[in-house]
């Protein structure tokens, strides 16, 4: 790789400047009322000085990649000069966009090691296809030495697993919180319901249901394809010690890292994919989160147990240990009882409120006759709903959440209708809590809660109630790693 | 009272309290002559309740301003006031307790130790929370003094990993100095050994 100073491709003012543009054509659409030749005056010129300033930004905006950094250097108004040493560098995406494709130029992102800015990329870079693929593969050799890139990251390996556009659909719209995915269809239904009964009663649509209908369609259908656009084609393999994940409809996603950057590993259901027996993988990785769409890399879409089990054992075996779940002690069902019973009353007496307030609304109309009239009844149903749903969490929570610990690794399973196992190495715990509450404390028992660096920064993940005693283990296990020398600060910096 | 040239101003406000000496803690938080727990937990300057009650002060101040402020310029008709009324009443009576009974249970129950591969912090008003950072993950250490901690002597240390942050609150400012160097030479040995 040369030392030269080197420009990026000039499409990054359009790639910069498109989005401000849709903004502006934005503002100018909602205050079309407003429109004068003066307001067009002052709203038509920016655009034009945008697309100036970023030329002149463009200009001034030098790369240099030398044997120890990646130098970013601007000399505007305000100058900088960014030193990224490859050591620090902790991942390196490839993407490209709407204007990459038109002008065949790759974005290159470079995240580094931090749980302060893990969630944005230390440089956004912007070259030609072949451009970008020689640096990114230079950067690469950089980081992880030379044998890391024995197959190349866009060369045609075979897929571990191979996903379907059914597994995609299935995943796009069952992957997604079971909260997220009922609330949506509490907002589809009633909209259907207030649109059959303008039209059966009145028998004229006058828009009835349509701000449910389009929260259904924000909360529900928007992320849905959100999710299948971004994770469409996946392909993901490992060679060597690295993982390379590619996927994307109209944006093409690659991305590469070492398994040593992955601190923790997620099996994760769903309520709804429980119902399909399936599960997927996520990974936390350090400094990978490249794009907004992004939160943590999947590294395999909702497939059925026993795929997910060989996916798992192929990509990841660093994360397989001989697991032996620990249940939560009998005294946690006495813990989750009163949390329960107490929640029983918080919810009693909110429904006996709203109840007095809808039956005081509901008394001041007269006009209110049929079914409306059984609006004063909606407090006590949701009251209801909410009550038998915190027994049925309770009873749930005491049976769903384990513990287990081996030499290397340990594992919480956590959620109750949702649910994951998280795969965490002793060695990736930055800190350690066990947290007692006045309940937990009678019987003995607490909550671990441990944080990593994840790709969205710093994260805590929290156990079930156990007992104080092997909660203590885990922090004492990772002091014991460190001061016996198992855990090896090369091989976690690697 | 103000003495001279101090570095800060002492007030004796509130933290001569005796009684809660006697508060019933159980045997992790329990200190010997030497001041220290049987694990080798170490206990806050009584500053800090000074500190804490004189902050306390002024959020109970800002909050019954702010609930004045409400009460007289903000108009509610779809609210029932009389009721709205008594739940802030009994709000605020409860907030208040737990301003004058926080700070001394907070006391009571603040403990930490450094050792020379890990941090333990063990606090918590009513939820008890034992923090244990390994050193060799700290990556940053500040020392840092709020306006009104300043006016006391005290400062807090807050060590940061890459996974989120710690902090040892209300050390008097030397011992905050101590152990901030302390940390630093630690960190800077283990990253000199591994060159």
Known sequence: MSVDRMRCHPSIILETLFPAVLVLVFIIMASVQAWSDLYFAIMAPIPVVLTMFLYWRWSKTWISFTDEEVVVERDTLFKMKKRIPYSKIASVNVNRGLVNRLFGTSRIQININSSINAAIPEAVLSFRIDIADSIREFLASRMYGDSAFTVSADADAETVVSIDWKDVLLHSFFGQSSAQMLSGLFFLLYSVAQIYLALSITGVYGGEGLLSLFVFIGVTVIPSVVILFHYANLKVYRSGDTIYLQHGLIRTYRTSFKVTKINAVRVRTTFFSRLMHRSFIEAEVVGLSSDSNSKRPILCLMKDYAEIDRVFSELVPEFLYDREAIPQPTASKRVLGVKCVLWLVLIGAATYVSSLYAERILASIPSITGYEALLGFTPLIVGALLALATVLWSVRAYSTRTLSAGEELFTFEIGVVDRQAVTISYDKVQIANVVRGPLARRYGLGVSSVSLLSSLGGVKIQSGYFDVGELNRIHETVMDRIRTGKYDYRKASR | ?195
């Open chain 2, 1 to 195: 009272m103000i003495r001279g040239v101090r570095p800060y101003i002492r007030i004796t406000f509130l933290s001569n309290l005796k009684h809660h000496r006697n508060m019933r803690t159980s045997k992790e938080f329990e200190i010997n002559e030497k001041g220290v727990t049987a694990e080798g937990f170490k206990t806050l300057n009584r500053k800090c309740l000074s500190s804490m009650y004189l902050w306390n002060v002024i959020a109970m101040a800002v909050l019954l301003l702010s609930v004045f402020l409400i009460y007289r310029f903000i108009n509610m008709p779809w609210i029932d006031m009389d009721l709205l009324f008594t739940i802030t009443v009994a709000a605020l009576v409860l907030l208040a307790a737990y301003f004058v009974i926080g700070p001394m249970v907070f006391f009571a129950r603040y403990r930490y130790r450094m050792t020379d591969d890990r941090i333990d912090i063990l606090r918590g008003i009513f939820i008890i929370r034992h923090t244990v950072i390994p050193i060799e993950r700290v990556h940053q250490v500040e020392v840092s003094r709020g306006p009104i901690n300043n006016m006391f002597g005290l400062a807090n240390v807050n060590i940061t990993t890459a996974g989120g942050m710690a902090i040892i609150e209300y050390l008097e400012f030397p011992v905050a100095e101590e152990i901030s160097d302390r940390l630093n030479d630690i960190v800077v040995n283990i990253l000199k050994e591994r060159e």
